[in-house]
């Protein structure tokens, strides 16, 4: 099946500061990639989404880009805010090819604090 | 609004004491999962469903039952609860299409195994 690498953390920055996690994945094909979101206290909730090589999936000031030459789709955001501490996750569909019969495969998260 | 939801949010029992998470959506989705969080492990998906009385194992299931009696709910079941059954459990649900397959989630259930 696929699966995914994510970058380990915590990661620690200053509000206004650049963001990458880094996530890197190996799979049949060219499946879908996902960035979900969980904001402290809750579930996790999609992000962003790239559905096809070269695609640039982007939402609330994030952006990921899939590319396949390298097999990555990290995440990034120009200027961080408070607002933006969670834990984030990469994820693509767990099995090869098809339908994925409702099944992602998820990193391990990245834990995300952002200071004033 | 489109949501699932899971009940109870938290919850601490003793080990052997039977117990079951309920788990609701309402967006007519076919596939339902269930995961738990545990630190420095991320999610693993206990088990899923793929229509009403059709469900399968997902990577951790043991010491889990489910069941998909309806195809709105997707109860998770601890017969025998133990404490490295401690932790952090999602539901999810989605339309299964392989190329826009987004998850949705539940707000989670902590539950505590002594």
């Excluded at chain 1, 094909?29 to 999609?46: A, C, D, I, K, N």
């Excluded at chain 1, 789709?73 to 099995?95: I, M, R, T, W």
């Excluded at chain 2, 076919?30 to 991320?42: A, I, N, V």
């Amino acid at each position: 099946g696929n699966s995914v690498t994510q970058m380990e953390g915590p990661v620690t920055l200053s509000e206004e500061a650049f963001l990458t996690i880094n996530c890197t994945y190996t799979a049949t094909g060219y499946p879908s990639l996902f960035w979900y979101v969980q904001y402290p206290g809750e579930g996790l909730q999609l992000l962003l989404k790239a559905t096809k090589a070269d695609d640039k999936g982007s939402n609330k000031g994030f952006e990921a880009t899939y590319r396949k030459e390298t097999t990555s789709f990290h995440l990034e955001k120009g200027s961080v805010q408070v607002s933006d501490s969670a834990v984030y996750f990469c994820a693509l569909p767990a099995n090869a090819g098809g339908t994925s019969y409702g099944k992602l495969t998820f990193g391990q998260g990245t834990i995300l604090t952002v200071h004033p | 609004e489109a949501q699932v939801t899971q009940n109870p949010r938290y919850l601490i029992t003793v080990t052997g004491k039977k117990l079951t998470v309920t788990c609701s959506q309402n967006m007519n989705h076919e596939y339902m999962s269930w995961y738990r969080q545990d630190p420095g492990l991320g999610l693993r998906q206990i088990y899923y469903s793929m229509n009403v009385e059709v469900t399968d194992k997902g990577d951790v299931p043991e010491g889990y039952k489910v069941s998909r009696k309806e195809k709105r709910n997707f109860p998770l079941i601890l017969e025998s609860p133990s404490p490295n059954q401690t932790s952090l459990y999602f539901c999810a649900s989605s339309s299964g299409d392989y190329r826009s397959d987004t998850q949705y989630f539940g707000p989670g259930t902590r539950l505590t195994v002594l």
